[in-house]
């Protein structure tokens, strides 16, 4: 490799065009995302819904790390790491339940589910010792946007609002799809497991150059409209939000349908208790507008990935291991779309899903394929040149073009460059 | 139908009919595979535990008989990537049980074990599962009305599944 001084290694493996092969593949790199993305920018974690109530809690994690996502008695979302401030014990071992309090079993240490340490065993060895500063550790900084909670792990920084950017507008489009403007996450997650490294999974969330060919068996012999979308005629769009946010906007191809409900494969008639209720709330022209839009098709850098029906969280575990934690998106009250939802999502994503299966083919094969060092690099280039600003000033290009991939990579480099 | 057999002969027929099962979906001979379901079939995987309710809650697979006829025909097209090439699969299945629970219809209900071996481009995946079936008499012959595949993993992150479980 190059070592000229002056030159960031970032630089030399990241260009407009393509990026090296190392990137995926180097156990050294992963260490350094974990430091410089997943423990210092803003993760999503988990949905408000999935802890309705008071001592509601649910397992979630920031990459390799266990998070506990609780509401305490004052109905306040925390963010607690998995591990006793004794001896590191995992503190929890259920997925989800109700719980005021965490108690260890190693050395029952008790902490209550705002993260204090409200006692531990045999106290009388601890004469002197400030029990606050004993706690369960945290995730920093826990911020939500319409439900969906993130956390941070740097002090400072950008607020969850300036790291959304444009790309917090589709969590906007995405809630309106509710007539009570809420999402709600209550179906469960299937957990697919991947020997692939995580950035071909946030690459081909918003690659819409792959599915005619990746998904040209279910396409075939299912009467499905999604091949039309991503084909050379389509009028839908790449677009580059900045800070990783990327997304496929298919509104174009909706519009010209004109029709209500097509974004889902489905119409008003079938769905009539959905669409009343929807112009109840909204009116009958703006209903109708939401109902032909559809939801959004948005990555929101790293690891939430909004697909329409369906929501997907990237967990990566090591340099070759990764994790996506799907369900069915569901619309409060929206009951006979839920359902809907609910079987669509359970036909294609999941480890048996119609798409998904073939999907995760693809980032096995390309992570054993770039273990091949020659050549060094994977070319990201199609349609570079003919990319363009939307009038909000973001970058945008065919459906099928690059724009997502070297949108991400831009981040990327500007994240990793300290290290 | 024990009424018309005794239970030895039914349990013989049950045995053979698994074990054909079996080797139909080792060998991915998909429409022979599809010929084993009655017309109201229902093929169930649940995730996250043995008794969720799978009109509420995300399965891995939840097929009605449409769907299955789907999955077959996606599997034909000898482009599912997951399954091109197709994954060597050699599966045991033991521990077969008349239930004592008799399903209002008249159906049969049966389970059994099964550990699959599984070799594919990624691996070698070692996967089991508890089956439970309600077996109906369709013209003579045996028939799957419901086959849930209840893995013992299944509440973990797992590896993608494309074959017939």
């Known amino acids: 490799m190059n070592m000229m001084t002056g030159v960031s290694p970032w630089e030399r493996l990241i260009r407009p065009d393509r990026v090296h092969g190392s990137l995926y593949t180097d156990p050294e790199i992963f260490e350094a995302e974990l430091k410089y993305i997943w423990y210092r920018t803003w ?320 980032y096995e094969r390309c992570h054993r394929g770039v273990l091949a060092r020659n050549p060094e690099w994977i070319f990201l280039g199609r349609g570079e040149k003919r990319e363009r600003q939307d009038e909000l000033g973001f970058t945008v290009g065919h459906v099928t073009d690059e724009v997502p991939s070297r949108g991400i990579w831009t981040h990327y480099r500007k994240l990793m460059e300290p290290a | 139908m024990l009424s018309r057999e005794s239970g030895a002969t039914l349990m013989s027929a049950i045995t053979a009919f698994l074990y054909r099962e079996a080797r139909l979906q080792d060998e991915h001979q998909y429409e022979a595979w599809e010929k084993l379901w009655t017309d109201d079939g229902v093929y169930w995987v649940p995730a996250n535990g043995v008794d969720i309710d799978p009109e509420r809650q995300m399965s891995i697979i939840y097929d009605n008989r449409s769907r299955i006829a789907l999955r077959v025909r996606q599997l034909m097209t000898g482009k599912h990537f997951t399954q091109t090439p197709q994954s060597n699969l050699r599966r045991l299945i033991s521990n077969i049980e008349l239930m004592d629970e008799q399903p209002d219809d008249g159906d049969i209900a049966v389970a059994s074990n099964s550990l699959i071996f599984e070799s594919s481009l990624r691996d070698d995946t070692l996967w089991a599962a508890r089956n439970e079936y309600r077996l109906r008499h369709v013209d003579g012959e045996l028939r799957m009305a419901h086959k849930k595949v209840i893995l013992v993993n299944n509440d973990k992150a797992i590896y993608t599944l494309s074959f017939l479980v």
């Not at chain 1, 993260?115 to 995730?139: H, I, N, T, W």
């Not at chain 1, 497991?193 to 005619?212: S, T």
């Not at chain 1, 939430?304 to 291991?321: C, K, R, S, T, Y």
């Open chain 1, 43 to 362: 993760v999503y974690v988990g949905h408000e819904s999935e802890v309705p109530n008071a001592n509601d809690y649910v397992v979630k994690s920031i990459g390799p790390q266990s998070v506990i996502m609780t509401r305490d008695e004052q109905g306040k979302v925390n963010l607690l790491l998995n591990r006793c401030s004794h001896r590191g014990n995992q503190v929890c071992s259920y997925e989800r339940g109700n719980a005021r309090s965490f108690t260890c079993p190693f050395h029952s240490w008790t902490f209550a589910n705002d993260g204090r340490l409200v006692g531990y065993a045999f106290p009388d060895g601890y004469e002197g010792q400030d029990k606050s500063q004993l706690a369960l550790g945290r995730v920093t900084r826990v911020e939500s946007y319409r439900g969906f909670v993130f956390g941070s792990f740097a002090a400072d920084g950008p607020t969850l609002k300036e790291h959304l950017g444009g790309a917090a507008e589709t969590i906007d489009r995405l809630v309106r799809t509710s007539p009570e403007g809420e999402v709600e996450i209550t179906a469960g997650f299937l957990k697919h497991r991947v020997k692939a490294n995580w950035k071909f999974i946030l690459e081909n969330e918003c690659d819409g150059y792959h599915p005619a060919f990746v998904h040209t068996s279910i396409f075939g012999v299912a009467d499905s409209m999604i091949g039309k979308l991503y084909g050379g005629a389509s009028t839908a769009l790449t677009r580059d939000y900045g800070n990783g946010h990327t997304e496929i906007d298919l509104r174009p191809e909706f519009r010209k349908r004109d029709a209500p409900m097509s974004w889902f494969g489905t119409s008003e008639e079938r769905l009539p208790d959905y669409a009343t209720r929807m112009k109840a709330a909204y009116g009958d022209t703006a209903a109708r507008g939401i109902m032909i839009d559809g939801t959004p098709h948005v990555m929101i850098f790293p690891n939430l990935f909004i697909a329409e029906i369906q929501m997907f969280v990237i967990q990566p575990l090591g340099v070759d291991d990764s994790v996506q934690h799907v369900t069915a998106l569901q619309f409060k009250g929206a009951p006979d779309l839920n359902r809907r939802l609910r079987q669509q999502t359970m036909g294609s994503v999941g480890p048996a899903g119609f798409l998904l299966a073939d999907d995760s083919e693809m």
